[in-house]
C-alpha cells in the first residue's frame, strides 16, 4: 500500500507545462501507430485506439516506471495475427486477456528482476534495430495511396511529402536552438497541419488511414467456449504475447531509467501491463506493452512524471469521443517527420564511437540482435538468442580462467592452489592439471580462490577422488565456501570426496 502513497508522484515537483505538451505530442504520435497496426492484424480500427487509451490510462497510474508509455504496440499485435486469421476477433480477446494474466504471475512472483540479465551488447542491438524499424515503417509513406498498389510516390505527390516530411524534421531539429519552452514536434505538427490546411495542399492526412471517431470502450466478454479446446488455442498465443510484452516493456523500462538516472520498478511494471491486458480483453482492445518510439518523443518533450501519460491516453479517448474530424486532418507527413526523428534519436549512435574498444564477441551479438529485430520483428527472439550467445560466450571466456599453483609442504604433502570457476565449461581444463601417477600419497585441493558451481564441476571432484583412490592415494579438499559444502552434501548420496573442516574460513558475501 505504501508504494501506492506516490502515485501520482507527489514528492516530485512536476513541471506541469511539460507533462501537459509531452502528452498532447505523445496521443498525435500514438494515434497512427495504433490505427495501422489495428488494420494490420484485420481488427477494426477503433480497437487499437482503445487499447492505447486502456493501455496508456492504466500503466501511467499503475506502472512502475514514470515516463514509460504503453499502447497498442506492433511487437504484440503482430503475434495476434494467425489468431485472427484463423479463430476470428472473439478468440484474440481471449488470448490478450490470457496473456494480461501471465504478466500479472510475472509481477507476483518477482520474476521482472530477470531484465538484468540482458547484457548492454544485447540492449544495443535491441534498440538499434527498433530505431531501424521505426525509420522503415514510415517509409510506407512514401508509398501511393492507390489501394492494391505498393509502387512509390513520383513526380509532384512525392515533392509534396518530402517537403512537408523535411518541414517537420526542420523544425523539430532548429526549434531547440532557439527554445525549449514547448515541445518542437508538437509544434512541427501543428505548424504542417495549418500549411496543409491553409494551401489546400493534396496530401495523405490521418482520415485516409482510418475514421478516428466512436463512443466510449465498450465492456464486453469475449465470445468463446469455456471449454479446454478453446485454452489450447489461446494459451500458446497468450504466452507468446505475455513474454514479447514483458521483453520490450523491461527493456523499455532499463532504457528510461539510463536516460533519466532513476530506477523503475519492473515487478510493478509487470502488474500493471497485466492488469491493462486483462482490462482490454474485456473492453474490446487488441492489448499491449510500452512503446519505445512514443516513451522517447515523451523523454524528449521534457515529460519525467506520471502525468503525461495519463494527458496522452485521455487526449485520445477525448479525440475518439469528440474531436475525430480535427484530429482526421492532420497530415501524415508531420506525423511521419516526427517518428523519423524519433528514430534518428533512439538509435544508440554512441555504439559506433565504442565499436573499435568492444571485445569482437560482443560486436556480434548486437549485430545479430539488431538483425534479428530488423527482419523477423520478433523482439524476444532476439533478446534470448542474444542473451544465450552472451552467456555462452561468457561460459566459454571463464572456462579458460581456470588454473592451479602447485607446492609441496615439508611434509610431503602436494597442493593445488586452484584459481578460478570450476564448472561445466572448465572441469577437462581442471582435470588436466593434475599428475595423479607422480603426485604423493596425499594431496590437498585448495579451493580459497575457487568455487564449485554446478554439478559437473562436483562430478569432476568425484571422478578425481576416484582417481587417486585406485592409485592408493588420499585426496582432501579445503576452503570450501558454504554454498559449495551445500552442493557437495546434497549430492553426497551419489559422490565421495573426502571435505576438510575449516572453521576459521568464511567466504567474502557471508
Not at 83 to 110: D, P, R, T, W
Not at 217 to 239: A, D, K, M, Q, S
Request: glycine share 10%.
Amino acid at each position: 500500500m505504501q508504494s501506492y502513497l506516490n502515485l501520482f508522484d507527489f514528492r516530485q515537483k512536476i513541471n506541469y507545462k511539460n507533462e501537459i505538451l509531452a502528452g498532447l505530442t505523445v496521443a498525435m504520435t500514438m494515434i497512427p501507430e495504433s490505427l495501422s497496426f489495428a488494420i494490420l492484424a484485420g481488427l477494426p480500427p477503433l480497437v487499437g485506439l482503445y487499447a492505447a487509451f486502456i493501455m496508456g490510462l492504466v500503466t501511467s497510474v499503475f506502472g512502475g516506471r514514470p515516463g514509460l508509455i504503453s499502447g497498442g504496440a506492433g511487437a504484440t499485435v503482430v503475434v495476434l495475427i494467425a489468431l485472427m486469421n484463423s479463430h476470428g476477433m472473439e478468440y484474440v480477446f481471449a488470448a490478450v486477456a490470457l496473456a494480461g494474466l501471465f504478466q500479472i504471475a510475472v509481477g507476483l512472483f518477482k520474476l521482472g528482476k530477470f531484465i538484468r540479465l540482458v547484457p548492454q551488447p544485447v540492449m544495443y542491438g535491441f534498440v538499434n534495430g527498433l530505431a531501424v524499424i521505426i525509420f522503415m515503417a514510415q517509409l510506407d509513406q512514401f508509398k501511393s495511396r492507390e489501394p492494391g498498389s505498393d509502387a512509390w510516390l513520383e513526380g509532384a505527390p512525392l515533392m509534396i511529402m518530402a517537403g512537408l516530411v523535411g518541414l517537420t524534421i526542420a523544425i523539430t531539429t532548429i526549434l531547440p536552438r532557439f527554445t525549449k519552452a514547448v515541445p518542437p514536434s508538437l509544434v512541427a505538427i501543428i505548424v504542417v497541419f495549418f500549411v496543409v490546411l491553409g494551401f489546400q495542399i493534396d496530401t495523405r492526412l490521418v482520415k485516409d488511414i482510418a475514421s478516428v471517431g466512436g463512443g466510449f470502450p465498450p465492456f464486453h466478454i469475449p465470445r468463446v467456449p469455456l471449454t479446454f479446446e478453446t485454452l489450447r488455442i489461446i494459451f500458446p498465443y497468450g504466452l507468446i504475447m505475455a513474454g514479447v510484452g514483458l521483453t520490450e516493456g523491461l527493456l523499455t523500462l532499463s532504457l528510461v531509467d539510463e536516460i533519466t538516472g532513476t530506477k523503475g520498478n519492473g515487478n510493478r511494471e509487470s502488474l500493471a501491463q497485466g492488469a491493462a491486458n486483462i482490462l482490454n480483453g474485456f473492453f474490446f482492445g487488441m492489448g499491449g506493452c510500452p512503446m519505445i518510439a512514443q516513451t522517447m518523443v515523451n523523454l524528449a518533450a521534457g515529460a519525467r512524471a506520471r502525468l503525461s501519460g495519463i494527458i496522452a491516453s485521455l487526449t485520445i479517448l477525448s479525440i475518439i469521443l469528440f474531436a475525430s474530424p480535427v484530429i482526421e486532418l492532420v497530415p501524415m507527413a508531420a506525423l511521419t517527420g516526427v517518428m523519423i526523428m524519433v528514430a534518428i534519436s533512439t538509435f544508440e549512435w554512441a555504439s559506433f564511437r565504442i565499436i573499435n574498444k568492444m571485445p569482437k564477441q560482443d560486436i556480434f551479438v548486437g549485430v545479430v540482435v539488431a538483425l534479428i529485430t530488423i527482419f523477423l520483428h520478433n523482439l524476444a527472439l532476439a533478446v534470448l538468442i542474444g542473451v544465450i550467445i552472451s552467456a555462452l560466450v561468457f561460459a566459454w571466456e571463464s572456462a579458460k580462467r581456470i588454473r592451479a599453483r602447485k607446492y609441496t609442504d615439508e611434509n610431503g604433502v602436494k597442493y593445488y592452489e586452484i584459481y578460478g570457476p570450476l564448472f561445466f565449461g572448465s572441469v577437462s581444463a581442471f582435470q588436466e592439471k593434475f599428475d595423479v601417477a607422480t603426485d604423493p600419497g596425499v594431496v590437498v585441493i585448495d579451493f580459497k580462490d575457487s568455487r564449485i558451481a554446478d554439478m559437473s564441476g562436483i562430478e569432476a571432484l568425484n571422478k578425481l577422488t576416484e582417481r587417486y583412490a585406485k592409485a592408493g592415494k588420499k585426496l582432501q579438499l579445503r576452503y570450501l565456501s558454504e554454498d559449495c559444502r551445500r552442493l557437495l552434501r546434497n549430492a553426497s548420496s551419489v559422490i565421495h570426496v573426502n571435505v576438510m573442516e575449516d572453521p576459521d574460513y568464511r567466504v567474502a558475501t557471508d
